[in-house]
C-alpha cells in the first residue's frame, strides 16, 4: 500500500456544487494530517490542518477517521477560485517529514 | 509571515554540470526539506534536515547531496546534473514537530 494515496481526478463540476475529495493512509502512527492546495505552477501552500474531531473553515470541511486510515475533504458551493489540485498530506513513518499524496484536480467552471 | 526563498525561479544546466540549488528561510525553523515534483508522480522527497549539519535522506537520494552549514540554509546539489534530473525542485521548512511546512516557489530546473 502506498504512503499516501488520492483520486487524481480530475473532478469537474459547476459553481455552486458540492465535491468531496478523499484520501488513504498507510502509517497507523501517524500524527499529523493536512490539505494543501497547489495552484498550476505555483508552490502548494496550507490548505487546512486535519484534526481528529475534524474541522471546518468557511466552506470547507475536513474529517479524519483513525480506524479506517482515511481523510476527506468537503468543498461546498464551489468558486471558479477553488480550481487546483488539493494535496493530501500525512507525517511519515518516522514523524520527521511530510509525505504527499499525487494531489486531486478539482475544475470548477461557470 | 513565513518566507521561503529558493534562489532562481529557472535554471538551465549542461549534462555533468554541478549544480548548486539554494534556500532559504527567515522563521528561524529547525526542519528543512528538499521536494522534486514531477507529472503523475507528486512530490517526492529527497533529503531533509532536521538542524545545522544534520542531514537525512529522503526517498529519492540518488544523485543529490545536500549541505546544510546555517540555520536559515539549506543547499541542493546535484554532483553531475543528469537529464532525468529535470524537474520542479520545491524547498520547505518548518518548525520541530508534527507542524505544517510552508514552501519556496519553486526551481524549474532543466538538464539539457
Known amino acids: 500500500r502506498k504512503e499516501v494515496e488520492q483520486d487524481p481526478g480530475p473532478f469537474n463540476v459547476p459553481e455552486g456544487a458540492t465535491v468531496a475529495f478523499n484520501c488513504t493512509y498507510s502509517?497507523?502512527?501517524?500524527?499529523?494530517f493536512f490539505w494543501y492546495r497547489q495552484d498550476c505552477r505555483k508552490e502548494p501552500k496550507l490548505l487546512m490542518s486535519?484534526?481528529?474531531s475534524g474541522n471546518e473553515d468557511g466552506r470547507f470541511t475536513a474529517q479524519l477517521n483513525r480506524a479506517s486510515q482515511y481523510i476527506s475533504l468537503l468543498i461546498r458551493d464551489s468558486k471558479l477560485s477553488d480550481s487546483a489540485t488539493y494535496l493530501c498530506?500525512?507525517?511519515?513513518?518516522?514523524?520527521?517529514?511530510?509525505?504527499f499524496g499525487k494531489g486531486t484536480t478539482l475544475s470548477v467552471s461557470s | 509571515d513565513v518566507k521561503v526563498t529558493q534562489s532562481s525561479r529557472y535554471l538551465v544546466k549542461r549534462t555533468g554540470e554541478k549544480v548548486f540549488l539554494e534556500c532559504v528561510q527567515d522563521?528561524?525553523?529547525?526542519?528543512m526539506f528538499w521536494y522534486r515534483q514531477d507529472p503523475g508522480l507528486g512530490l517526492r522527497l529527497i533529503y531533509f534536515?532536521?538542524?545545522?549539519?544534520?542531514?537525512e535522506k529522503g526517498d529519492i537520494p540518488e544523485g543529490y547531496s545536500v549541505s546544510r552549514e546555517k540555520k536559515e540554509r539549506f543547499s541542493l546539489i546535484l554532483e553531475s546534473a543528469s537529464t532525468n534530473q529535470t524537474s520542479m525542485y520545491l524547498c520547505?521548512?518548518?518548525?520541530?514537530?508534527?507542524?505544517?511546512?510552508?514552501f519556496g516557489q519553486g526551481t524549474r530546473l532543466t538538464v539539457v
Open positions: 520547505a521548512s518548518r518548525i520541530q514537530g508534527n507542524t505544517e511546512a510552508f
Open positions: 498530506v500525512v507525517n511519515n513513518q518516522a514523524g520527521t517529514a511530510l509525505i
Open positions: 486535519v484534526y481528529s
Open positions: 502509517n497507523s502512527a501517524s500524527q499529523s
Open positions: 522563521m528561524d525553523h529547525e526542519n
Open positions: 534536515s532536521y538542524d545545522v549539519k544534520m542531514k
